[in-house]
């Protein structure tokens, strides 16, 4: 069966590594350099679910103190009704 886009239909994809943003509640982890398979025609990227769970994972370890994140950022936040 050959693979194709579930969001565009294009069959088209290309091996990348990227910046993956897991949210959790009011919490945030970036995680650099995820491999992924990326839709040529519209973006879409897909991961593999071990992958995920690794990342997870390790966001629920920071959130219990049982591993320190390699860096922390300062991000600013702001309602869209006040700008």
Known sequence: MEKK???CGNKNFTQKKVQYLY?????????????CEECDF????????G???KIEKTF????KAKK???????VPVEEFAKI
Do not use: H, M, T, W
């Not at 320190?68 to 300062?74: F, L, P, R, T």
């Open 68 to 74: 320190k994140a390699v860096k922390e950022i300062k």
């Open 42 to 49: 519209c973006g879409e990227q897909y991961f593999k679910a």
């Open 5 to 7: 886009c579930s969001f």
């Open 60 to 63: 629920n370890n920071i959130g």
């Open 23 to 35: 949210k959790g509640g009011d919490r945030f982890l970036f995680v650099n350099d995820v491999p």
């Open 51 to 53: 992958d995920l769970k």
